[in-house]
């Protein structure tokens, strides 16, 4: 019998008439936690139950409870509950008395049975409240007699009940009405289908409904309507935020680029073209440097309200990132159409717009491309736009330009330039080469003007002729200029540890380096490192460096190099757009007379007028002033006659290398020289 109890999966637990534990199998202290010891012993059933109750077994005491331990005992009737032990457990509690008094209570582990019973009931829970929050009706449609029998809340749903199936039809969107008829064809062909409607809903609102239906038999569908209105808002939503510009509500890029190659795929077989313009408004940075990101964000805003109003229908306009703006012009006739567009925008963009009682304005370049004049691939016809758009940068900004295949390799190879320059730095290609500058009183050197070659791998030896297009890049430009002024400064050093006087090196910077308002921290920097006094320094800049938005950046990093004692010399004096305040305004320490009024000094009386004020107004202002491009005997003594206090060019000595320039120094002073005499060659100052 023994054997037969601990081999069942039930605990069982028997107590005799006098309240004694006459058996209690192994399943039984397994399920109910009890120590072996005491049931080996025998124990009461009350003491059981107060050991049970010492475990925290039956959670809170209350009189009630101890009551029924203490003076009911085994006198109970027959009981049937469920009972959860301390440790989860859940057991099925069953108590059965005795005929000679005592009783047998069995313990059923259903804690597996009970948590699928809670999950079944928690999923029927979900799916009753996700019913009720739906809203959908159910129908089966009659297709001999198109008869529908619809749920009660069709009527909420849909404003009718069941009736023909007209009464449906008739209030979807008319685009829609043959989807409901396929939908139907669909089900009886396949078994089930699915669609998705506009539909006029009670309120007189237009709504979307889904439809899903089984065909029952060959004559009936069973189905469900459900209103995805909400899920298609959300979907429309998540459409805009992902293709169009959050600031303008313009397309974005992601959009423009489908839209284009569908513009492309219509317009091939068909007479009709497209435009493509690519626009970036001119000096946009300004605006935002000057009064802030928030007016920058309006002057977007009144642009796109602009460009909007020359699209039509079927055309696209999309804000590319930035200041940059694309149009789609749909059904064009020929190129000049899009060319005209272009023109009325330029226009009415560089009207000024009002904000705060103050007019600002800007103006756009436009770079244009069509097809089939040019490329049928959108990735080419952009390229096509995107040259014509710097190309009307190029030629002066607030202008629209039609792309032509020669610009196109005019770019393509300023781009391989450019990839060439950016490993020819990688590799330090590039070195200077130093011209000297002499005085034109005592005929010695006085200093050296540092100018770019590039040691080019295959090409040889290479000048400014050939990459200085890269100077305009000012990621080129500011790496090519770094690299320069530290070898330069090396370079320097180099020759005053032999004990060598050079004078002043002056270094060229571009108008992209002039940008750059960290340069002056760099030069100062660079010159501390090679331990090379800022005397020993010179900057030379252009005339348009004081011009435009760069004027400010100039002048904050020319006075930072002037009051750090590296002189300013102001480069091809005479030939750009700096008037004389600029002069008085900036820190300029020296004027270098441009070689186009050198050239023909001898012979041109109003060079020689020009040459001699240009002297004098240096004097005037305390300002050293040297000559270019000086090539002849005549020249130099012409010069010495106007009081110009020295010269450079091939009369005296081509750019070397530096490695020549400590010879140069020695046999220049060593034989007392006053000029070296070179051959004349064709390129000039470079």
């Excluded at 198109?146 to 009718?160: A, C, F």
């Excluded at 100039?554 to 305040?581: N, W």
Aim: charged share 25%; hydrophobic share 40%.
């Amino acid at each position: 019998m023994n054997a037969v109890l601990e081999h069942v999966d039930q605990g069982i637990l028997m107590v005799d008439a006098n309240g004694y534990v006459a058996v209690c199998n192994q399943r039984a202290i397994d399920l109910l936690g009890l120590p072996p010891d005491l049931m080996q012993s025998n124990p009461s059933f009350e003491a059981v139950k107060r050991w049970q109750l010492e475990q925290g077994e039956f959670g809170t005491v209350t009189e009630a409870l101890l009551r029924a331990i203490k003076y009911e005992g085994i006198n109970v009737e027959i009981l049937d509950y469920e009972r959860q032990r301390p440790d989860g457990t859940v057991l099925e509690v069953r108590t059965n008395r005795l005929p000679n008094g005592g009783m047998v209570r069995t313990f059923t582990d259903i804690t597996v049975r009970k948590a699928a019973e809670n999950a079944i009931r928690v999923s029927e829970e979900r799916l009753r409240l996700a019913l009720q929050a739906s809203r959908m009706a159910a129908w089966e449609l009659n297709l001999e007699t198109q008869w529908v029998d619809r749920s009660e809340n069709s009527m909420v749903l849909l404003g009718i009940s069941s009736g023909p199936a007209a009464d449906f039809i008739d209030r979807v969107h008319s685009d829609d009405r043959e989807r409901v008829t396929a939908f139907w064809h669909t089900v009886m062909s396949k078994g089930s289908g699915t669609a998705e409607v506009r539909y006029l809903s009670p309120d007189g609102s237009q709504t979307w409904l889904a439809l899903r239906a089984e065909r029952k038999d060959e004559k009936r569908l069973i189905g469900l309507t459900f209103d995805v209105a909400d899920r298609k808002a959300a979907e429309e939503a998540i459409w805009r935020t992902a293709n169009h510009d959050p600031l303008t509500g313009l397309a974005n890029r992601a959009l423009f680029q489908v839209r284009l190659s569908e513009a492309l795929k219509n317009a091939e077989g068909s007479d009709a073209g497209v435009g493509l313009l690519l626009l970036d408004l001119d000096d946009f940075k300004d605006v935002n440097d000057t009064l802030g990101h928030a007016v920058g964000d309006l002057l977007l805003q009144e642009a796109a309200l602009r460009l909007r109003s020359f699209a039509g229908e079927s055309d696209t306009v999309a804000r590319l990132g930035g200041d940059e703006f694309a149009i789609i012009l749909n059904q064009i006739s020929v190129g000049s159409d899009a060319v005209a567009r272009a023109t009325e925008i330029v226009e009415a963009l560089s009207a000024p717009f009002q904000h705060e009682g103050r007019a600002l304005s800007t103006t756009v370049s436009i770079g244009l491309a069509t097809f089939p004049e040019h490329h049928r691939d959108p990735i080419e016809l952009m390229k096509d736009a995107d040259v014509a758009l710097y190309r009307a940068k190029e030629q002066g900004r607030s202008q629209a330009v039609m792309y032509t295949s020669a610009a196109r390799e005019t770019m393509e190879h300023r781009v391989t330039i450019a990839r060439d320059v950016r490993e020819g730095l990688a590799a330090h290609q590039f070195i200077p080469y130093y011209q000297p500058k002499v005085s034109l009183v005592t005929g010695r050197i006085v200093g050296f003007e540092a100018l770019a070659r590039w040691q080019h791998p295959t090409k040889g030896l290479l000048t400014p002729e050939y990459f200085g297009s890269m100077f305009a890049e000012q990621a080129i430009s500011i790496a090519l200029g770094e690299q320069m002024i530290r070898q330069v400064a090396a370079d320097v050093r180099s020759w005053l540890d032999e004990g060598l006087e050079c004078g002043r090196v002056a270094i060229n910077l571009s108008s992209a380096d002039i940008s750059d308002p960290r340069l002056a921290d760099r030069i100062i920097r660079i010159l501390e490192d090679a331990r090379v006094s800022s005397a020993h320094f010179e900057v030379e800049v252009t005339e348009t460096a004081f011009l435009g938005r760069r004027t400010a950046t100039a002048s904050y990093l020319l006075t930072k190099l002037h009051e750090a004692g590296i002189s300013v010399a102001l480069d091809d004096f005479g030939t750009g757009f700096a008037s004389l305040l600029h002069l008085k305004q900036f820190p300029v320490d020296h004027i270098k007379i441009d070689q186009s009024f050198v050239r023909n000094l001898i012979n041109d009386e109003s060079d020689a007028a020009i040459v001699a004020a240009i002297v004098s107004l240096g004097h005037a202002m305390g300002m050293h002033t040297t000559a270019e491009g000086v090539e002849s005997a005549e020249q130099a003594a012409r010069l010495r006659e106007a009081g110009c206090d020295s010269a450079q060019g091939y009369f005296y000595a081509k750019p070397l290398p530096g490695e020549k320039i400590p010879k140069t120094i020695r046999n220049w002073f060593a034989a007392g020289k006053t000029e070296i005499r070179e051959p004349k060659r064709e390129t000039r100052k470079v």
